[in-house]
């Protein structure tokens, strides 16, 4: 609390400096922000109607304010909870607080690295798209679009159709587990085909199985 307000500060870690990808995204190298909580009991236009579950004690506390300094930081515990952040400065010094320790995200919020790529991120790049789309010439009148598109794109071995085959798959996985999904889904042959002339190795997210396609084309 500073100023009869909340403050919600970060400076980078991992990359411990803005890179190509943080600039777009507009995150500095470090920052503040003033931080309020909703009134999930009064209307607030542009807001979602969803709200937080919040026992009475934490209901109280809003009285008749629309907006609530985070005075307890059980007010961010709740799904739906709604949150105001307006940015206060772009240097910490200025906040007179001081950030230590090693930031360890993935251990806090309880995910596993593998299943949550980040080296986009920590490189401080953009990710490139690894497969163009495929060039179809439309048949017949082209104010009214191609046949390619739909439901005849999604049983192609396209990569909205290998998407399609490989739904429910649970990952990481192999090869072969790609197959048996792409079976169980009753993907058409030229998708099997296709699959069929993947790498053998492991396969940790839609994105592998992405370049996998780009690969054996």
Known sequence: MRNNSSRLAYRLSTPQ???????????????????????????????????PNYPKRLEEKFADKRWLDVDDGKLLDYENAQLLLIGAHDDLSEESISITG????????????????????EGGTLTEPEIQPEAKEPEGDRSKGGERGGKAATDSASAAGIAKALKGVDFPCGKADLLKQAKTNHAADDIIDVLNDFPKREYETMADIQKALGEVR
Request: hydrophobic fraction near 40%; avoid cysteine; aromatic fraction near 8%.
């Open 17 to 51: 400096s803005p890179g190509k990808a943080q600039s777009q995204l507009g995150i500095l190298a470090e920052a503040s922000y003033i931080i309020s909580v909703r009134n999930p009991s009064l209307d607030v236009p542009g807001f979602p109607d969803a709200k």
């Open 102 to 121: 090693k930031a360890a995200l993935f251990k806090t919020l309880g995910l596993k690295k593998r299943e949550w790529p980040t080296e986009a991120l």
